[in-house]
């Protein structure tokens, strides 16, 4: 093992390095430097050699190439037992370089979330940097690479501890640390281009994906007891909710929390949603949360025990205490008042999350991805096109009818397929999920509506696929439901047109589906 000489330090981020840069000096260490970071030790009396007196180059490029050069790179790479390795360093008279210190630009912080412009964006992708550290990595038995601002601390007490040596163990411990670091940089620059496509028009699948995630935490179990879970969060994507109280969520409620929010929180007007088995099985607009959780309990007065509720606005007093008459699983809203909380503290199971319903959609990423076989699925998220939307009978929906339909069509694309919902312009009356035949989902949304005692009169059906037959329609007509949104596209479109037309129902084709498996 070598004791450490000499060091070179290029850090984008100087917080802590005048006081490392003084702890390697103490012990004798020769530094070698950058432009900013050189600046930042010299301001501080820290004596630093420039990177050019062992390059014999100049930064050049506004700053491009200033590390890239066999003089440097031959320092850190040079492997100590091979002679052929320092005959070659000194045929180009460069030096030997133990200890590499480099902090990154930061590509998220200073080109994603300021949302600067491509050509902007990429002079934050560091070069010299990644390719130095993966240097000292490689050659870890030699070289030490620090690569964070956290392992400052660590160092200096690995130094003291061991008296400037360095055991396998601890050196393999910072290598570690640096592929780890490129892995997630080269990812985040990776996005970027993906999500630039996107933006651009170019709504494509990328050729290759990389996932960066780390383990938050460990469920008690998946879908069943006897399978193992965990939750898993990108660590580039902000935390948008937080668990106020309640036990821990499982893998089921993750599933469902996420199918809740993406109904409720699509809604501008006052709404509530019940999720079981992420199916809705109630949702109802009000005045306030308290009429809307009432008409979403309505739907389903059976099935909501156990659900999941979400708002899209803040949770008082009122809805709660109305909550807390029976078991649910889970309350999600943007915020609660301090007398909600208080109420709902009684129930120490209750989970109470608290969601942010501004950038639920801006943090998500935009495929939907699928483990299978020993591969996976990618595709786009599915997003209702509103304008190929055509009233094809010869009844047009009015205004009312209209905004019954588009609710239909906005909530039938989170039930399972093959998907059914009957609405009114207010809230859900009949949901039917799931089943291998489209008429038997039609069969259980007005079985399931009419043992809640509700009313189907001048009410509107949704289906997330096109009709093959009339005999859905026939039994729509029995209801005295009045108006259907479909995607079309059947070889019988005109025969269900004129179905409709000789019994004066209106229809509209979406010329879109919305299967969900």
């Avoid at 990328?206 to 879908?223: A, Q, T, V």
């Avoid at 319903?357 to 595709?379: C, D, M, P, R, T």
Wanted: hydrophobic letters at 40%; glycine letters at 6%.
């Amino acid at each position: 093992m070598n004791k450490i000489k000499r060091a070179i330090i290029s850090v984008w981020d100087k917080a802590g390095i005048v006081d490392l840069a003084n702890f390697l000096v103490s012990h004798n260490i020769e530094i070698i430097s950058t432009g900013g970071t050189k600046k930042e030790l010299e301001k501080a009396g820290v004596p630093v050699l420039s990177v050019s007196s062992l390059t014999n180059q100049q930064e050049i490029m506004d700053g491009r190439v200033k590390t890239i050069h066999p003089n440097l790179f031959g320092g850190i790479l040079a492997d100590r037992s091979n002679d052929k390795h320092i005959h070659d360093l000194s045929l180009i008279e460069s030096k030997l370089i133990d200890l590499v210190i480099i902090n990154l630009y930061p590509f998220v912080n200073e080109a994603v979330d300021k949302k600067l412009k491509l050509e902007k964006s990429i002079e934050f992708i560091d070069i010299g940097g990644p390719s130095m550290l993966r240097a000292a990595a490689k050659n870890y038995k030699n070289v030490i690479p620090v690569c964070d601002i956290s392992q400052y601390e660590i160092f200096m007490n690995d130094y003291k501890i061991n008296n400037g040596f360095f055991s396998d163990e601890k050196r393999v411990f910072y290598a570690k640390s640096v592929f780890a670091l490129t892995m997630k940089y080269d990812y985040e620059i990776n996005e970027y281009f993906i999500n630039y496509n996107q933006s651009n028009g170019k709504n494509i699948l990328p050729s290759s994906y990389s996932i960066n995630l780390k383990k938050e935490i460990d469920l008690r179990y998946g879908e069943n007891p006897h399978q193992k879970s965990a939750y898993y969060v990108d660590d580039n994507q902000k935390k948008i909710w937080i668990k106020i109280q309640g036990k821990q969520l499982s893998y089921n409620n993750y599933l469902d929390m996420e199918s809740a929010s993406n109904i409720v929180y699509g809604f501008n007007s006052i709404s509530c949603v019940i999720i079981k088995h992420s199916n809705p099985c109630g949702f109802g607009f009000g005045e306030n949360n308290l009429i809307a959780y009432n008409n979403a309990v309505s739907t389903d007065p059976v099935s909501y025990f156990g659900g999941i509720v979400a708002f899209n606005s803040e949770v008082g007093s009122q809805e709660a205490y109305k909550m807390t008459e029976v078991f649910l699983e889970c309350i999600i809203a943007p915020s609660f008042t301090n007398e909600a909380i208080e109420i709902f503290s009684k129930k120490k199971n209750l989970r109470i999350i608290e969601l942010d319903k501004n950038n639920i959609y801006n943090n998500e990423n935009n495929f939907v991805i699928k483990s299978v076989f020993n591969g996976y699925l990618f595709q786009d998220k599915d997003k209702m096109i509103e304008k190929d939307f055509k009233v094809v009978t010869n009844r047009k929906p009015n205004e009312k009818q209209m905004k019954a339909l588009m609710l239909g069509w906005e909530i039938v694309k989170y039930v399972k397929s093959n998907a059914i919902v009957i609405n009114n312009s207010k809230k859900l009356l009949g949901v039917g999920a799931g089943q291998m035949s489209r008429v038997d989902s039609v069969k259980i949304a007005i079985r399931k509506s009419k043992e809640n005692g509700l009313n189907l009169v001048n009410s509107v059906m949704a289906s997330d696929a096109f009709f093959p037959f009339s005999d859905s329609l026939e039994l729509v007509l029995k209801e005295g439901i009045e108006g259907i949104i479909q995607p079309g596209g059947s070889i019988k479109d005109k025969e269900i047109i004129d179905f409709a037309n000789d019994n004066n129902l209106f229809m509209v084709f979406t010329g879109e589906r919305h299967f969900l498996h």
